[in-house]
């Protein structure tokens, strides 16, 4: 086995190492601001869980009064 061959042998494994790399890094890139905006929102809602939910009993209470009528 010569040089060259050796270096082809090594070579192919790294290049398809470096691939996975970047797809993983692409898709970190697509998820990220995805996985922030989810999280944002998760914890605003856990932090005014009772005004929203008091909100959302209200809009039902108010919409079944107006269907019932």
């Known amino acids: 086995m010569n040089?060259?061959?050796r270096q082809t042998l090594t070579r192919r494994p790294n290049r398809s190492r470096k691939s996975l790399l970047l797809r993983i890094r692409q898709l970190c890139r697509f998820w990220q601001p995805i996985v922030a905006l989810?999280?944002?929102l998760v914890?605003?809602?856990?932090?005014?869980?009772?005004?929203i939910l008091a909100a959302i009993?209200?809009?039902l209470e108010w919409a079944s009064h107006f269907l019932s009528d």
């Open 3 to 5: 040089k060259f061959q």
């Open 38 to 40: 989810v999280i944002t």
């Open 43 to 51: 914890s605003f809602f856990i932090k005014f869980w009772q005004p």
């Open 57 to 59: 009993a209200q809009i």
